[in-house]
């Protein structure tokens, strides 16, 4: 068994968050979750909750342990509209909550992440929607273009200490996304469009996020790995 870590996810009470943090509390490890509500986190074993709201409070340094071995944030948003109907605070609060959220999380993380023993690890999520143009996707895909910028940026200014990947998710089914897969109908519409015609789950990326922040991941900084699907690199035809 692995020697016990302490990890900090943002978001960790559901969805993509939760799973992570599932994991790496079945791995042994120590999981500080900062979300809104705790949800069913504070159930697992070594897994404590402080409230907090990435676009309106200020970040709880506090609460986190001396040493930090890694952190993934992932609050976002699916904000799926036409380019002429949305407005500046639409983009604003895009902005707001996947990148400046993440700015917030890491700037206050920095100290504990680089005395950890090993290299730290920072995680993020980006979507496929920023390789790959989609339509009425335009404010999210700004939002986490930035969000993918900020991993490469980070990557290199923080490099041997601490290491910063991002993964870039297809549609994948959480809470997040229900409004969009809110009968069979359009759950199939929604798994027809990928090449492995099936949506993603929770599980999937957050084992793809929990091999980034892990040892086992070493020699992988500044990526954009992509779990969609095949969405974004493969065509097929009939």
Known sequence: M??????????????????????????????TVLSRSPGQSTELPGVRHVKFDATLDEFPADALPDRLSGLAYCPGTIRLRPFGRLTEED?????????LGAVKTIQSCLAPLKKADQPGSIVLFSTVAVQTGMPFHASIASAKGAVEGLTRSLAAELAPRVRVNAVAPSLTDTPLAAALLTDDAKRQAAADRHPLKRIGTSRELAGVACFLLSDAASWVTGQIISVDGGMAAVRTFK
């Open 91 to 99: 983009f604003l609060a895009d902005y707001r909550i996947n990148l």
């Open 2 to 31: 692995t020697e016990p870590k302490n990890y900090l996810v943002v978001g960790g009470s559901s969805g993509i968050g939760f799973e992570l943090t599932r994991r790496l509390s079945g791995d042994g490890h120590r999981v």
